[in-house]
């Protein structure tokens, strides 16, 4: 539990706007680096995911992140911090 500290949420949103921009459509949302994003069907709950993580964004930046392991996390924070820098 402690790593979820470790997520900034303004940052994944920034990220999931970089997806849905860059990435490609499919079935199971927008694909970019990595990475799939998506909404439910209302939009007000954003989801990030990688093969091993995923992270729900809710109403008033609530979020949940699920994973196995902590290395897990880290890759995927890693791997949002380097789209998150590109331009």
């Known amino acids: 539990m402690e790593h979820e500290q470790k997520i900034d949420v303004k940052q994944a949103l ?3 706007d970089k997806i849905t921009k860059n990435g490609e459509k499919t079935a199971e949302g ?3 680096r990595g990475l799939t994003a998506e909404t439910d069907f209302d939009g ?3 989801f990030i995911r990688s093969k ?3 992270l729900t964004i ?4 609530k979020f ?3 994973y196995s392991r902590a290395l897990d996390l880290e890759d995927f924070i890693e791997l ?3 789209i998150d820098r590109s331009t």
Do not use: A, G, L
């Open 30 to 32: 927008w694909r970019y």
């Open 64 to 66: 949940t992140v699920n």
């Open 80 to 82: 949002m911090d380097k």
């Open 52 to 54: 091993n993580v995923e």
């Open 14 to 16: 920034r990220v999931f």
């Open 44 to 46: 007000y709950t954003v």
């Open 58 to 61: 809710f109403f008033h930046n």
